[in-house]
């Protein structure tokens, strides 16, 4: 079997999921890696063993014939690179936040539609497997009624003067996992997130830089309800989700290795319902297996020239919804 040669740009701490994720995927072969420090570029050489390693990522894309590229950076270095690669016509797998704005995600949307390549964003949530099983158990009684997601942690640089012009406010870079991962429960089909329509949230910030507070209600277009609390600033990193449909409850804790809990209501012979815990375990095998990741999805698209679950157009509409929750904004969307 021929491999597609990866690249990947920005050999940092989150680049080491990619690095693994790559590893794992028989379908592709780590042809080329760029970073600019140093020593990180040849800490990673050494341990992840690319055939040929790259300070500047531009001579690496004109010196190898690579098919997809992982951009890993920061999102204030990001759009530049990922404009060059579409330019050149490679796949592209582009790290969340896509950009400091949703400016950024809109040029690199269209850059896209230019481009030969396909390009994926690295909303891994999406790619769960409990996730998707769970999306599947949902749509199995019609529509998700609604859902919720809570994204907490204690302070970090993001939000501070640190991290001006290198990564947006929390809710963009960090939380936007869950806002995300909203659309996608809401979704009404498999591979479609719903689309906000209004917006009914507030923004509270506390005295510390970074510590800042959101609460939402999303209405979106297929009649779901999302519900966001995001805080920084707080006692720990907690990010958890819960899913009502008809007769159907679940509740995913994902701040480790997954973990749920799922209810279902059984009819009774005088018209109620009765709720019951499931104790059986998620069925993972429909929607691609225990091992599902964001990795094979992409190599999947590229080969079977399908598009990707989260594009960079799609990506807009998450961008938009974390900067609506960021501004406090009520109303329509
Ligand atoms: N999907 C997730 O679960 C998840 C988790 C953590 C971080 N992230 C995202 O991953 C991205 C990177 O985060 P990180 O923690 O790895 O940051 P990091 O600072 O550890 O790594 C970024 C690397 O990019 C390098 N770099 C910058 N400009 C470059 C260029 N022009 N060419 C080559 N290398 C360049 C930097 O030197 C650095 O080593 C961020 O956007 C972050 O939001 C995603």
New binding site residues.
């Given amino acids: 079997m021929e491999q597609l040669k990866a690249g990947v ?7 080491q ?1 990619h690095f693994a994720m790559i590893a794992a995927e028989p379908r592709l072969r780590l042809a080329a890696i ?4 140093p020593a ?1 570029l040849k800490a990673n050489a050494a341990e992840h063993r690319p055939d040929r390693a790259f300070d500047d ?1 531009r001579q690496m894309l004109a010196e190898t014939d690579l098919n997809v590229v992982y951009v ?4 204030g ?2 759009t530049p ?1 990922v404009l060059d690669c579409l330019e050149r016509d490679l796949h592209v797998s582009v ?3 896509p950009g400091m704005s949703s400016a950024d995600t809109e040029r690199m949307a269209d850059a896209a539609q230019r481009s030969k390549g396909k390009a994926m964003v ?1 909303f ?1 949530r999406r790619y769960i497997p409990e996730v998707l099983a769970v999306r599947r158990l949902a749509r199995e009684r019609g529509e998700v009624i609604h859902c919720a997601a809570t994204y907490n942690q204690a302070l970090t640089t993001l939000g501070t003067p640190a991290m001006s012009g290198i ?1 947006p406010d929390p809710v963009i ?2 939380a936007i ?1 869950h806002v995300d991962l909203l659309r996608w429960l809401a979704g009404s089909s498999e591979g479609t997130a719903a689309r906000p329509v209004e917006i009914h949230a507030t923004a509270q910030d506390g005295d510390r830089a970074g510590a800042q507070r959101q609460s939402a209600v999303i209405g979106f277009d297929n009649g779901a309800v999302g519900v966001l609390m995001s805080n920084y600033g707080v006692g720990y990193r907690i990010q958890r989700a819960e899913v009502h449909a008809e007769d159907l409850l679940v509740y995913l804790d994902l701040t480790r290795k997954p973990r749920y809990e799922v209810y279902e209501a059984i009819p009774q012979t005088d018209g109620t319902t009765e709720g019951r815990a499931i104790q059986e375990q998620l069925d993972l095998g429909p929607t691609g297996g225990a091992g599902h990741d964001e990795t094979g999805h992409f190599v999947d698209c590229i080969l079977n020239d399908q598009t990707p679950w989260s594009t960079l157009d799609d990506a807009v509409y998450t961008m938009r919804l974390c900067e609506a929750i960021r501004r406090g904004h009520k109303g329509s969307l």
């Fill in positions: 740009i920005g050999c940092g701490s989150h680049a999921r760029a970073e600019v420090d990180r990522y890993v950076t920061m999102p270095q990001l690179i790290e969340k936040p690295s891994n990564a870079c960090d996992h």
